[in-house]
């Protein structure tokens, strides 16, 4: 049996956007199985939530996509 701390989410990155009165929050994350992109939007006192496999993500990304990761990764 795995312990607890196996299952947790370690935090990887995170930013925060603003648009008008809304909030979108990223966090990619990483635990057992890989990571992960967990995006919230706050607006109004209410939140939704969608979280999607960085594996994924990263195989649908564009050109361009991958230019601006690999910057951002520097």
């Given at each position: ?42 607006s109004g006192g209410r939140s939704s ?6 594996t994924h993500l990263r195989a649908h ?12 990764e520097k």
């Open positions: 049996m795995q312990d607890d701390k196996s299952k947790q989410s370690k935090d990887v990155f995170s930013s925060k956007l603003e648009v008008e009165n809304k909030k979108f929050f990223f966090d990619l994350k990483e635990n057992h199985k890989g990571h992960y992109l967990k995006i919230t939007e706050v939530i969608i979280t999607v496999s960085y990304e564009t050109r361009e996509d991958r230019v601006c990761r690999l910057l951002l």
